[in-house]
């Protein structure tokens, strides 16, 4: 079943509209769970066939709705299993897999999720999500106070998926380095102050810009799986707490290898900003269907800061998905030849048959 557009809404079909959420049973207003601290509880547990089109939720986690837990975002843990696998499809913090890394809110709309008002107090998904017989989604919390949890999950029941044998089922993985441990010394500016000086190139080029990556080896991973299916995108954090070199966190080319492909891969882009579908190191929050700069965080007038602190931005691939039959990894420079040093993550998003290449436990 191909999803809805405004061209196709008239089109009826046999589906099922149902709907699991934390309304309160009894007919009251305690339209909450409640969530302990180390208690992992189930969202839903849905039997037969369907495709989830629409997730909802928001929290607050504290002693008061006024004295909130710091990061509780990157504290609650979503997890969804599809059919009854024992390993999850599904494994983020909760902030991250809506969009925003670092345990922030902030509001911001994509094609596929968002953080909207309150002060991005509310998180929508519409990542279609398939399962044959059975999902399972669960959220465990890793603070030190209680959580008072609000969720819809809207999904559709059918008799069977269509083309059954090819519905690749949601997977979603959260990822950080929070050392990428760069060669460029930690002073601003520095590296790049020294000129390449070679005849076939421009004046201003910097010396550090010879330096050669042609394997890909030490780039930040943002996602390795193996099977049939295909990469739809990913948002990603990058935190600079040490000014250094060309102060710029970008520069850094994004490389996807498919199906085991040798470098250079198939599909080897030109820089950081490009991939997220910006230009020339943008410090301007900006957010679109696909792709966008939603967290900037530095100091335009403070030489060596322009770039410091926390960035987040994405990429979606609903457009242009990326195909593998095989195997992919996903990878993108931490600058140029990876020379930078930060704090990164990303969640990757992405489609395929299962078994899926196991997940490993959040740290």
Same mark, same amino acid.
């Given at each position: 079943?191909?999803?809805?557009?405004?061209?196709?809404?008239?089109?009826?079909?046999?589906?099922?509209?149902?709907?699991?959420?934390?309304?309160?049973?009894?007919?009251?207003?305690?339209?909450?769970?409640?969530?302990?601290?180390?208690?992992?509880?189930?969202?839903?547990?849905?039997? =037969?066939?369907?495709? +989830?089109?629409?997730?909802?939720?928001?929290?607050?986690?504290?002693?008061?709705?006024?004295?909130?837990?710091?990061?509780?975002?990157?504290?609650?843990?979503?997890?969804?299993?599809?059919?009854?696998?024992?390993?999850?499809?599904?494994?983020?913090?909760?902030?991250?897999?809506? =969009?925003?890394?670092?345990?922030?809110?902030?509001?911001?709309?994509?094609?596929?999720?968002? &953080?909207?008002?309150?002060?991005?107090?509310? &998180?929508?998904?519409?990542?279609? &999500?398939?399962?044959?017989?059975?999902?399972?989604?669960?959220?465990?919390?890793?603070?030190?106070?209680?959580?008072?949890?609000?969720?819809?999950?809207?999904?559709?029941?059918?008799?069977?998926?269509?083309?059954?044998?090819?519905?690749?089922?949601?997977?979603?993985?959260?990822?950080?380095?929070?050392?990428?441990?760069?060669?460029?010394?930690?002073?601003?500016?520095?590296?790049?102050?020294?000129?390449?000086?070679? @005849?076939?190139?421009?004046?201003?080029? @910097?010396?550090?810009?010879?330096?050669?990556?042609?394997?890909?080896?030490?780039?930040?991973? +943002?996602?390795?799986?193996?099977?049939?299916?295909?990469?739809?995108?990913?948002?990603?954090?990058?935190?600079?707490?040490?000014?250094?070199?060309?102060?710029?966190?970008?520069?850094?080319?994004?490389?996807?290898?498919?199906?085991?492909?040798?470098?250079?891969?198939?599909?080897?882009?030109?820089?950081?900003?490009?991939?997220?579908?910006?230009?020339?190191?943008?410090?301007?929050?900006?957010?679109?269907?696909?792709?966008?700069?939603?967290?900037?965080?530095?100091?335009?007038?403070?030489?060596?800061?322009?770039?410091?602190?926390?960035?987040?931005?994405?990429?979606?691939?609903?457009?242009?998905?990326?195909?593998?039959?095989?195997?992919?990894?996903?990878? +993108?420079?931490?600058?140029?030849?990876?020379?930078?040093? =930060?704090?990164?993550?990303?969640?990757?998003?992405?489609?395929?048959?299962?078994?899926?290449?196991?997940?490993?436990?959040?740290?």
């Amino acid at each position: 079943m191909k999803g809805y557009t405004l061209d196709t809404l008239f089109h009826l079909n046999a589906a099922q509209t149902k709907r699991v959420s934390s309304y309160d049973h009894s007919g009251g207003n305690h339209d909450w769970m409640d969530l302990r601290p180390g208690e992992t509880r189930e969202l839903a547990d849905i039997e =037969g066939c369907g495709i +989830i089109r629409h997730i909802w939720c928001t929290h607050w986690t504290g002693n008061s709705f006024d004295e909130e837990e710091p990061l509780a975002l990157r504290k609650l843990i979503l997890r969804m299993y599809w059919d009854g696998e024992e390993t999850p499809s599904v494994q983020t913090p909760l902030g991250d897999f809506f =969009g925003m890394p670092f345990g922030r809110r902030k509001n911001f709309q994509s094609a596929a999720f968002g &953080m909207s008002p309150e002060d991005g107090r509310a &998180m929508n998904c519409w990542w279609p &999500m398939p399962f044959g017989r059975r999902a399972r989604i669960t959220i465990e919390s890793r603070c030190a106070s209680r959580t008072n949890f609000y969720y819809y999950i809207n999904y559709e029941r059918l008799d069977a998926l269509p083309d059954a044998d090819a519905a690749g089922y949601f997977h979603a993985q959260f990822q950080r380095e929070a050392d990428t441990r760069g060669w460029a010394p930690q002073e601003p500016g520095l590296l790049d102050r020294e000129k390449a000086n070679v @005849p076939e190139e421009p004046a201003w080029l @910097p010396a550090a810009w010879l330096v050669k990556n042609t394997d890909g080896t030490d780039n930040y991973v +943002i996602l390795e799986a193996e099977g049939w299916g295909r990469y739809v995108g990913c948002c990603l954090g990058i935190d600079i707490t040490v000014p250094q070199a060309n102060e710029w966190y970008g520069e850094g080319d994004d490389m996807i290898f498919i199906d085991s492909e040798p470098w250079p891969p198939s599909m080897h882009g030109t820089g950081t900003e490009d991939y997220f579908g910006t230009a020339f190191g943008p410090t301007q929050e900006y957010c679109a269907p696909y792709h966008g700069l939603t967290l900037y965080s530095g100091d335009p007038e403070r030489k060596g800061y322009k770039y410091h602190g926390q960035n987040a931005m994405y990429r979606l691939h609903i457009a242009d998905p990326v195909a593998f039959h095989s195997s992919i990894r996903v990878t +993108i420079e931490h600058g140029h030849a990876n020379k930078l040093t =930060g704090d990164w993550c990303s969640t990757a998003y992405w489609y395929q048959l299962e078994p899926h290449r196991p997940i490993p436990p959040l740290e």
